[in-house]
């Protein structure tokens, strides 16, 4: 069965470092999703790309993150200088289009 | 302000209880999906609704779909401890003249069934 792929699982890191995440979703599917998700609560949309562009990325902190999916497969969300504040679980999900997206497993990030 | 709201945020029940989940919105939404999440991992669809008034099915779990689109539950019945987690609803708003849309999450219900 087709999964989405992320890495790393976890990540630890201090502040200011710089972090990367990468997302490699399930095969076909236009819409790839990152999400930012604090324990215990619902996933928070960071930025949407439908193929290689970005169609939201409202909420995505652009002083610090980036976020790219240059071929239109997979994709790269990218911390600099990563803050304590950034400590959360990253989530990747794809989608085929309405309705139904797929998550990978997740990336926690601890900022020390 | 929250899109959707979901309701309880906790919930804590026996074994062999049977529970609701309540997911409202003034939004109308081209569809709505439910995940179950468990501890360091990601949301799993467990099922997407998309006609007004539908009712899904999943074992022990009921989902339905309210008919203005706008709202939504999850019925657990006979809850077991392996339903233990964090139940997530989402809409979906298709960006218009697009095939893709927009997913708001809400809150989140955690969920505990003690045996």
């Known amino acids: 069965e087709a999964e989405v792929a992320q890495s790393p699982r976890y990540k630890i890191t201090e502040k200011s470092q710089a972090v990367a995440f990468w997302c490699d979703p399930i095969s076909g599917h236009a819409t790839l999703y990152w999400y930012r998700q604090i324990l215990g609560q619902g996933p928070e949309l960071l930025v949407q790309?439908?193929?290689?562009?970005?169609?939201?990325d409202s909420q995505l902190p652009k002083d610090r993150f980036s976020a790219e999916r240059l071929k239109g497969v997979d994709s790269t969300l990218k911390i600099q200088p990563a803050e304590l504040g950034d400590s959360a679980m990253y989530l990747c999900?794809?989608?085929?289009?309405?309705?139904?997206?797929?998550f990978g497993p997740g990336t926690r990030l601890t900022v020390l | 302000t929250q899109l959707l709201e979901q309701s309880p945020q906790f919930l804590s029940i026996q074994e062999g209880e049977n529970l609701t989940v309540y997911c409202n919105s003034s939004s109308v939404f081209s569809s709505l999906q439910w995940y179950r999440q468990e501890p360091g991992e990601g949301p799993v669809l467990l099922v997407t609704v998309v006609t007004g008034g539908e009712v899904k099915k999943l074992k022990r779990l009921t989902f339905q779909f309210g008919d203005a689109r706008k709202d939504s539950s999850l019925h657990i019945t006979a809850a077991q401890p392996g339903d233990t987690g964090l139940y997530l609803c989402?809409?979906?708003?298709?960006?218009?003249?697009?095939?893709?849309?927009?997913?708001?999450f809400g809150q989140g219900t955690i969920l505990t069934v003690h045996p």
């Open positions: 989402a809409g979906l708003i298709n960006a218009g003249g697009t095939s893709y849309g927009k997913l708001t």
């Open positions: 790309f439908q193929d290689e562009s970005v169609v939201d």
């Open positions: 999900a794809s989608s085929p289009g309405r309705g139904g997206e797929f």
